[in-house]
């Protein structure tokens, strides 16, 4: 058996315990042949991960959330061809828009395979290299970030949080997330997202702005979310110490800045952010940083159940 394999059948081991409705919506695997039909109809070469992972199993049924949190329905293959074509449709018909991007995974074909609402997990396809390729997760708004490493790492995550109860139910039987705990998971498996988030944010904060304005927030939104995510130590000190920096500046992007950086403290599970943040919801002077502020305090005092 696989790793991947071994990490969908420990998945499957915990579902069929403790959510057997969501176990049982998952459908048979398809047989090679079958995939190397919707392989056609794509038009792109599948890599051979997704070969794996749609052998083992064809898909969710549509009102099913499991596997892939949080609600996320793991498409049958011929509804993810038909997503994946749709994107790549308005991919090139906007590819001036995608072209301008500095990184190829974002300029490439997606196959989308997981879908919430407007909300997809795509690879990247396309291209010569098949091996290993990252998880994109799109936004509906269009926007793509790498969310796991590659399939492989998304599945052993996954794995892990059922198993160490990072993902749990709650008393109504829902499924909900410990995002503290998940975190150290995600850490494991997809470090080189966390570094290079962090890498980012620190070059971003110690050099003299080169992008426009709407460039430069929107650098920032991206790296303090991916750095959110992940929790690391290290981005609290990176956090809090660019905070105290941008309330001092006059620049005409000084609150948006905040205002992302106040975010992502508000999730870092650390309470070294709590002194900051209850200074900057009580004291800035912008009315809208200290509203975020002060949003963000609270959902940090729930991940850390401070009363």
Known sequence: MSNLNDGLQRIMNWLQKNQPK??????PGLKHDEIKVHEEELGFKLPEEIYELYLWRNGTLEDANALFFTPMQYLPLAEAVSYSRGW?????????IFEQKDVWYIKSPQFIFVRSNCDYCAIPIGIEKQARLPVMSIA????QCVFYTNLLAMILTLADCYETGAYYLDTNEYLC????????L??????DISENALSSLHLLFETSQKDTNSKFLEKVAQHTTTVARFKDRRGVDLL?????????????IRDGTCISIARALGRMC?????QLLTHTWQEDRS??????????LSELMELLRIE
Not at 186 to 191: F, K
Not at 288 to 296: I, M, W
């Open 240 to 252: 809090l110490k660019a905070l105290l920096s941008w309330r001092l500046k006059k620049s005409s």
């Open 270 to 274: 650390d309470k070294r952010a709590v």
């Open 287 to 296: 009315q809208l940083v200290r509203k975020e502020a002060g949003q963000a």
């Open 140 to 143: 509906s708004e269009g926007e």
């Open 88 to 96: 790549n449709k308005f991919r090139s018909e906007g590819e001036d």
């Open 22 to 27: 969501y176990a049982a919506s998952f459908l």
């Open 186 to 191: 995600l850490r494991i498996y997809n470090y």
């Open 177 to 184: 997330e410990d995002e503290c705990k998940a975190a150290q």
